[in-house]
């Protein structure tokens, strides 16, 4: 249905766009070519300043004196005209390229007229030529792209047209302004006046064809004038010089008949160019017209069309905005409170409210029924799930209860069996033995920790740190490979004693992994004051990890949550189990991941001070018992190796004893 609704009306509002665009597109055009228009006649205006400033100047040159008056009087008004020209940025352009030696060329034919220097009319002649023709070109109306209407076309063709047969005619009257100020044309002057003569003619006959009535009439009025009859008959005189020969004629004369011609032509460019203005008014109104009866009108049908369109699509709505507040109830809370439920108890029976009738087609109401289905899929699914997480934890957790109280007895047979034996190469198989069982037990403790079964454990006094990590060397396979460096003087109190040695236990056979068995992993604490904190630092230098592997590996140390265990790979158990470790110590125990410098990986242990407990006043070794968590490693170890030591030399170190002597 959205498709049936919204492909019409998108085509209608596009057909409507298309018109308005195009009216709106004839608005812009014929502004444009208002301004277009007004702004060529400025610039015939400063070309018509120019022209006769060249005239002027080539008179004076060839020798008129009475031209200075006048000359000074045009250079002004070209000099107005210039600065009017200054915000027009395509005609700023042309005047700087073309006219920035005006100052230079004024002065030299000020200087050559009062015979101190010589400079050359024809090149002087040729620079305001330049100069008008670059204007001429840069002229908008010289450029204007074919329009739709005739009148305006014709009408912008005349003026163009127009503007080079007042530039011919002002070109000419320069020319031989300066030729009778001599009385002579001196080298190709009779060639570049033939050449004008042409290009009137020529422009002459292209105006007459795109002109209308009025306009031809205005322009055979300008030449049939008694000065431009003078004109005529003194280009008769020059027609006839082309050897050379001296010409009699009043430079002053043929310059005022001239002029009067130049300026009728102007005045006929000025009436066409009005009435161009006028017709792109003409045109700007209706366009304006015909774009507000269009947007008027596409507006009427859209509202219309939209109507429709609406009131069609309610029948639509109003039932899949309800079966979506459903799914969405579904989605966002009713499921989620009974998986809730579930996951707490598997023998919560959920029961779903009656789902709130739906109107509408039959396929929107099965729609809903299919939607039922999915929720009381997903609810069996997720019981399921809930079931087998509970029967795996319960049954992970029980195996390791049976493991560590089946080490606990193999541990105390162990110590009993050490007590009792004599011969020192039997004691030291015992002392391997009784490692081995050592770590078995911390296995199983890390079993547990993964299934999130606290293990009992008792109230115990508080332990100094050197011994809480010789607990966890201890605990570890190749303990001869660990280095215990400085640690500073700390007590941790005794609930957190067993839970930092393991933890550390757990770093400590990480680093030993996954470095190279010649080199050493150390064990460093310091205390922070300003932070009130206590750190272990377990450095190896092995492989290290990449910035993507640490950063996961993070996450997993920061304390994974519930589902970390079943969805994390089986050789991260380690990670997953210092971060239960680190977050069963509460907060502010945190671990992270450093590179070591040089290569290799540094685990951080930070243990908030509340943890810590105070120091005590040093006392005899027999009145400061440790925690029984590391007693019971240390005094049976370090019991059997007195015993051993008193008999003989083994032939292999025992792990207690290299603990103690780390």
Known sequence: MAVVITVPICLLLTVAGLAVYGRAEAVGDARTTRAEVGLSLRVQALVHQLQRERGLTNGLLGGEEEYRTPLAATRKRVDTALRAMRPERDVEGVVQRHLRRLAAVRTAADRAAGGKSDADRTATLTFYTSAVNALNAVDPVADTVTRDDGQLRDGLAALRELAAVKESVALERGLLNGVFAEGAFHDREYLTFTEVRATRVAALARFRQVANAPQRAALKRAFATEDATRATAYE???????????????????????????????????????????????????????LAAYVLTGTLIATLVAGLAAFASRSLTRPLRTLAEAAHDVARHRLPSAVARIQQSPQDQVEFPEAPPLGGAAEIAEVAESLRQVELTALQLAAQQAGLRRNTTESLANLGRRNQNLVRRQLGLITRLERQELDPDALAELFELD???????????????????????????????????????????????????????VRIRGHAV?????????????????????????????????????????????????????????????????????????????????GRLAHRLGEGAKVHLFDTPGGGLSALLVLPGRLLAPAQPPQPLSTTPPAPAVSTLLNDFRAGVARAEARSTPRSTPRSTQGASS
């Not at 299934?451 to 010789?470: F, K, M, S, W």
């Not at 400590?508 to 050493?520: K, M």
């Not at 009130?532 to 994974?560: C, I, N, Q, W």
């Open 236 to 290: 008769r005189r020059a027609e006839v010089a082309a050897d050379g020969s001296a010409l009699r004629a009043d430079a002053g004369t043929w310059w005022d008949a001239m002029t009067v011609l130049v300026d009728d032509l102007y005045a006929v460019q000025q009436t066409v160019g009005d009435d161009v203005r006028d017709r792109a008014d003409d045109l700007s109104r209706d366009a304006e017209l015909d």
């Open 435 to 489: 490692h081995l069982a050592t770590r078995m037990r911390r296995n199983a403790e890390s079993l547990l920790v993964l299934a999130g079964q606290n293990p009992p454990r008792p109230t115990a006094a508080p332990a100094d740190g050197l011994e809480v990590v010789q607990s966890a060397v201890a605990e570890v396979e190749q303990y001869r490979r660990v280095l215990i460096a400085t640690v500073e003087l």
């Open 498 to 578: 067993a839970d930092v040695a393991h933890l550390l236990a757990e770093l400590l056979e990480n680093g030993l992994t996954f470095s190279p068995p010649t080199e050493r992993v150390e064990v460093h604490g310091w205390y922070e004051a300003e932070d009130d904190t206590y750190s272990f630092a377990v450095v190896d230098h092995g492989v290290g990890m990449s910035a993507a592997d640490k950063e996961r590996a993070d996450a997993r140390l920061s304390g994974p949550g519930e589902d970390a265990f079943l969805a994390a790979p089986t050789r991260f158990l380690g990670h997953l189990v210092v």
